[in-house]
């Protein structure tokens, strides 16, 4: 997009500038949704859909200022990678070569390192009517990674109230690649805890993980708190933490989606709200989160949104992705490492509804 048609974008209110250079990408539909996308992180910064009652709420955890993301330390919204998770120790093998990445959660690589692409301001490729599409390059070096890794992510909201998120990368040589998007969700619009929340999950199985969060066994979901086959609240094994949810306080775990293809994987109910979250996707597992170690983060105040800051429970997130730590599990690391002549895809989509 040239800078030549941001006077023509202005007029047509796809996008307003924010505070120090950066923007906010206004994606609109016909049912009164709004989901505004900024250059910073590519993230999801409002998500204002219209409740059961037809009052419209922001059902994503954020902030109102640009500093509050750069200081912020949960990756709020943003889109995460190269490497989204876990890489145990740090680093994988590759062609008989050991890489060592940026190590920033004790001996794990969680997210990309210092890559940060949820902080980075990305290149606009494209904007118009529920469409943006962004652009960042990870150079050989950052976080480790040893190759450039072009990253593009388009964002497209449709009038059945559904927010397409494609993504594509193309490392310049083979190099594992794994992106997600990081946003909280809470459907009551930051009204308290998610604990009320009900989910279902398209999922039999999930990974035992150490004491490091890293999967060390993959296990039947039957009999355990991580049976989300049926409706359930999420509170039934976060208040009090189930003993197996005691190392994460709370849940922070990876499940194995049934199915392949594009399919619906996951949906969230409120029933203060009335509001239905359903998440197709591409991907063969979730990382499902409940913002455990959420805490009120000394740049959040109370915002436009009526945003009161941040406290454990208080977001659920849903990251679509593959198994954490994967490119060191040498029956599936080859499903994850991409290359110029096989650029990585992936869609996710969030489709909110009423009963």
Known sequence: MSVNCMDQLEKAVYFSCWENDYHLYHLRNACGTQVDISDLGATIVHFLV????????????????????????????????????????GSYSLNESRV?????????????GSCQLHKRK?????????????????????GGYPVDIDIHVTYRL???????????????QL????????????????????????????????????SHSIPIRCEYVLNTPMDFRQQKKLGANLSPLHRMLLNTRGYDH????????????????????????????????????????????????NDSQGRKGFAPWSG????????PNQINMPEFSNYVTYSAAHPYRSTTVYQLFTS
């Open 175 to 210: 190099c594992p690649v794994n992106l997600t998007q990081h946003s909280y969700f809470n459907l009551t619009g930051h009204s308290g805890s998610v604990f009320d929340h009900e989910l279902v999950l398209n999922a039999g199985q999930y990974w035992e993980t150490d």
């Open 316 to 323: 659920l997130c849903l990251e679509t992705q593959c198994i």
């Open 100 to 112: 060592a990445l940026d190590k920033n959660e004790g001996d794990n690589h969680l997210h990309g």
């Open 50 to 89: 219209h409740d059961e009652q037809g009052t419209r709420r922001n059902i994503v955890l954020g902030y109102d200022r640009p500093g509050d993301y750069l200081e912020g330390e949960f990756f709020i919204g943003g889109v995460v990678g190269p490497w989204a998770n876990r890489i145990a120790g």
């Open 254 to 301: 990876c499940f194995m989606l049934n199915g392949n293809g594009l399919r619906p994987v996951a949906q969230v109910f409120e029933p203060e709200s009335g509001l239905f979250l359903k998440v197709l996707t591409t991907e063969t597992a979730m990382q499902l989160y409940t913002g455990n170690f959420l805490v009120q983060e000394s740049a959040q105040g």
């Open 122 to 142: 990305w290149q606009l490729m494209n904007i118009e009517a529920g469409t943006v599409s962004l652009r960042t390059c990870v150079r050989r070096g950052d």
């Open 158 to 172: 449709t009038d059945d109230n559904e927010l397409y998120i494609d993504y594509y990368a193309c490392p310049e």
